[in-house]
């Protein structure tokens, strides 16, 4: 309405009717900024899922048992979850930014009200994954990996895994081979691993099995699981065993190759093993050497003839580390028959041993009473 007098305010003019929401306030239709922030959080999930599912699915390492391939599908699964709740948080902030930044306020935005139907709907959502996530990974994959446990004693190969600064003694009990050079096993065979630390704290860890358990001192930690591929560390150094535990000065270097092969080679390579352990028992003279070195003795054998005086020449090649060499009539170390004295390396000494009798003695280091640093003393009967 015009007139004399009269001023047309738009504020005169009745407001158009909205609808009503909860409590009475109006219902915001939804805007073009809800529409942009809903549309770059679909692309980012896409574009985000694409990634998990081709690309770092592809560059992950190969698997060479089953507990990698447990491992790998509970990795890729939580990653693919976690990508479109990235993707919304970027989604929101990008559209905040963009289509709300202010340069200068002057004073605060107006209120926002609370949507019991967001609310329920957050809450619904979030509890769902949360409750699939206790489902799967959680509860299938403890029942898949114990699974890998459960496997008849009978069935296994017990494979003994010592660990010392800076390095790995690995012991077939049945076979009664030791090794200090690799790990070889048989595909398709279940492999229970015994481990033990005479040390300081340390981790067994095969990135290629995705397998990783803490080695402690006093305590024998166990591991289960069965290779199911041939390989070796020649061609992918994925296959081997890692220290994953800081350990001192050379824990980077604490690592031994593994090699998984077929079970004819396997009882091959055992067998090799132990004829090579016996052929090195051979008397060679009375003047014996033995090398100290990655806190391993070599060789794995002395042998010399009854009744004669003989010398052991240590060599301590580990700089800074004590090493002695000590003779027992068993295993257990209850019937020491000589100890050497202790001492650093660099540095070589020899020792006088009295005659021994004929029969098969032990001998080691009693400060590193590690497989490594351990080995059998053979006196045989003298030459004629």
């Given amino acids: 309405m015009t007139g004399e007098g009269m001023v047309e305010h738009e504020a005169d003019t009745p407001d158009t009717p909205q609808p009503q929401g909860e409590a009475g306030r109006p219902r915001t239709p939804i805007s073009r900024d809800l529409v942009l922030a809903i549309t770059l959080w679909v692309v980012l999930t896409l574009a985000g899922e694409a990634v998990v599912w081709i690309f770092i699915r592809g560059i992950m390492p190969e698997r060479y048992a089953e507990t990698a391939t447990i491992v790998d599908d509970a ?17 929101a902030v990008t559209v905040s930014v963009v289509r709300f930044r202010a340069t200068e306020p002057e004073s605060d935005g107006p209120p926002i009200h609370g949507d019991r139907r967001v609310i329920g709907w957050w809450l619904g959502v979030t509890g769902a994954l949360a409750a699939s996530l206790i489902v799967f990974p959680g509860l299938a994959g403890l029942v898949q990996l114990g699974n890998q446990e ?3 004693t009978a069935d296994l190969l017990v494979v003994r895994v010592q660990a010392a600064r800076w390095a790995w003694t690995i ?10 050079e690799e790990l ?52 992918d150094p994925m296959m081997r065993i890692q220290c994953a535990e800081l350990c001192g000065l050379d824990h980077a270097a604490m690592a031994m190759p593994v ?3 077929e079970p004819a080679e396997f009882e091959a390579w055992l067998q090799g093993s132990q ?26 054998c002395l042998a ?36 050497s004295e202790t001492f650093n390396g660099i540095e070589t000494r020899t020792f006088d041993v009295p005659p021994l009798d004929v029969g098969t003695y032990f001998f080691r280091c009693d400060v590193h009473p590690i497989p490594a640093m351990s080995g059998a003393f053979v006196i045989a009967e003298p030459k004629t």
């Fill in 304 to 339: 010399a003839e009854a009744g004669t005086p003989f010398t052991i020449t240590l060599d301590n090649q580990d700089e800074g580390i004590p090493h002695n060499i000590s003779i027992s009539a068993d295993a257990e170390w209850t019937d020491a028959l000589y100890t």
């Fill in 150 to 152: 459960n496997v008849p």
């Fill in 75 to 91: 990795f890729l699964y939580l990653t693919a979850l976690a990508v479109p709740v990235f993707a919304f948080v970027i989604a």
């Fill in 259 to 261: 090699r998984v092969v």
């Fill in 275 to 300: 004829a090579g352990a016996e052929a090195a028992c051979e008397p060679e003279g009375a003047e014996l050497q033995v090398l100290a070195k990655d806190i391993e003795f070599d060789p794995k």
């Fill in 184 to 235: 070889v096993l048989p595909v398709d065979q279940p492999v229970r691993f015994e481990i033990s630390s005479v040390d300081i704290l340390h981790s067994f860890w095969i990135p290629a099995f995705r397998v990783k358990i803490d080695e402690v001192p006093g305590k024998t930690t166990t591991a289960t699981l069965t290779p199911d591929r041939v390989g070796s560390f020649e061609t």
């Fill in 171 to 180: 012991d077939y009990p049945a076979a009664s081979v030791k090794s200090g």
